[in-house]
Nanobody
């Protein structure tokens, strides 16, 4: 079992920045991938970024590339998402997820490839 706890969400104005964090605990040794997903009201959950934990390779959804940066701190079992130039359409609940699969689909990211999820952190962007 893996436990994931997100933090760092909040309410910001358009153009601002946030850094989301995810603390992982439990059986993390078998984690190959970690990712960030988001879900806006009335919309499906979508993957925005993922990282292959073994070598740090990163993948981004086209809609966020250039504004979002995913990173990890293996010593702390932590995952981060830096979000710059926030837009009102970024408003959503952001979820951290981990996968014990060696290979996943990255374009687009699939929720079914990730077996462990946090409860999410709310990001609200006002114009």
């Amino acid at each position: 079992q893996v436990q994931l706890v997100e933090s760092g969400g909040g309410s910001v104005q358009a153009g601002g920045s946030l850094r989301l964090a995810c603390a992982a605990s439990g059986y993390t040794a078998s984690t190959y991938w970690m990712g960030w997903f988001r879900q806006a009201p009335g919309k499906e959950r979508e993957g925005v970024a993922a990282i292959y934990t073994r070598d740090g390779s990163t993948y981004y959804a086209d809609s966020v590339n250039g504004r979002f940066t995913i990173s990890q701190d293996n010593a702390k079992n932590a995952l981060y998402l830096q979000i710059n130039n926030l837009k009102p359409e970024d408003t959503a609940i952001y979820y951290c997820a981990s996968s014990h699969r060696f290979s996943i689909r990255t374009q687009p990211l699939k929720t079914s490839d990730f077996g462990y999820w946090g409860r999410g952190t709310q990001v609200t962007v006002s114009s």
